[in-house]
């Protein structure tokens, strides 16, 4: 298996062996969903940097030449020489900062569904500084948030019920966001409608104590329209290379559908549900852990649900459809 990542000394002594060589930090993360560069290799002025580079995986924070102009060329996976790269990138990075480089977008964007933003997915090396290998807040986990999605719209998220992120859109990176390290619910909306959730995910901070991170939506949220993709998901990447999935709680990654009315919300004791897809359902609730805490059966176009064993607070409803496996998930309150 072909190395990895090439180390501070190939450079000094192979590529700048006449310059001073003066260092920064670099992760460089893989999120270009498009199927045609699933594995790709890395050339750094003409000499390989990194080897099979596979998609939703990620390099440790390493050293790198700063000072000096760089040309970085994506080629396929299976290329023997820079002469074969898909795209060609010039850096230069400053000394002693600390980057994150993040490949996104789609090689043909006129094959591919557009954004529903109208911005540009055209494949491309997204560069930021600014990063930080660990916590600035003692006993705080810290990431920044990168919508890589191509197809996905603006979007919030929010985590355990309450905002995370405001209006990001396809290439936007937050700054950096500081949480008590613990195990939250994050769930994916329109940016104009916190009440219609996309998806909903487990995010697995709980050992993550003084250690950062970089929180990637990755993949198509219609793969079908768009070659046949990965499907839409959350990852984190961490220091030290290491990329966490996010547990989906949702059955399929579809929006909510229309018809489907949940009142009164807040609700005290009971919530009815009208409009229910045809052949059956099952209606879960879930707590802001994910945990089901209530489970039904659901046989009937509109369906009262009693609420009276829940304490106030937070919590979504799950419907999943028994003939389609299709799912929606909506926020309620109970007072």
């Given amino acids: 298996m072909k190395n990895k990542l090439l180390t501070i000394a190939f450079f000094a002594t192979t590529l700048f062996a006449n310059a001073q060589f003066q260092p920064a930090r670099l992760q460089v993360i893989h999120n270009a969903a498009d199927p045609s560069a699933a594995v790709v290799d890395i050339y750094v002025n003409g000499t390989i940097f990194l080897n099979d580079f596979a998609f939703r995986t990620a390099t440790a924070f390493q050293d790198v030449p700063a000072g000096i102009p760089l040309s ?15 795209a060609t990138f010039p850096v230069t990075l400053t000394a002693n900062e600390k980057y994150v480089a993040i490949a996104k977008g789609v090689l043909a964007p006129a094959s591919f569904a557009p954004n529903p933003n109208s911005v540009n997915t055209a494949f491309d090396l997204f560069l930021s500084n600014g990063m930080r290998e660990v916590s600035t807040v003692t006993g705080e986990t810290q990431f920044r948030v990168f919508h890589g999605a191509t197809d996905a719209p603006t979007v919030d998220v929010l985590a355990n019920g309450g905002p995370l992120v ?26 104009s409608d916190n009440n219609t959730v996309v998806a909903s995910f487990i995010a697995p901070l709980s050992g993550l104590a003084n250690q950062t991170a970089v929180v990637f939506a990755s993949g198509f949220l219609n793969p079908s329209a768009n070659q046949d993709g990965e499907a839409f998901g959350l990852f984190a990447a961490l220091v030290n290379g ?79 459809n028994r003939v389609s496996s299709l799912a929606t998930i909506n926020k309620i309150i109970k007072n």
């Avoid at 859109?169 to 619910?185: E, G, M």
């Avoid at 229910?276 to 099952?282: A, K």
Wanted: glycine fraction near 4%.
């Fill in 166 to 191: 405001d209006n990001a859109t396809f290439n936007d990176l937050t700054n950096y966001i500081s949480v008590p390290p613990a195990n939250y619910n994050l769930d994916i909306t329109p940016g």
């Fill in 72 to 86: 970085v060329a994506v080629a396929p996976g299976t290329s023997t020489s820079v002469a074969e790269a898909l």
């Fill in 242 to 320: 290491t990329v966490v999935p996010f547990s989906n709680t949702t059955s399929a990654l579809t929006n909510n559908s229309k018809s489907l009315e949940l009142f009164p919300n807040p609700a005290n004791e009971i919530i009815s549900l009208n409009n229910l897809s045809e052949g059956g359902n099952i209606v879960q609730v879930l707590d802001l852990t994910g945990k089901v805490v209530i489970s039904k059966e659901v046989n009937n176009k509109n369906e009262n649900l009693s609420l009276q064993s829940l304490s106030k607070g937070a919590y979504f409803v799950r419907v999943q």
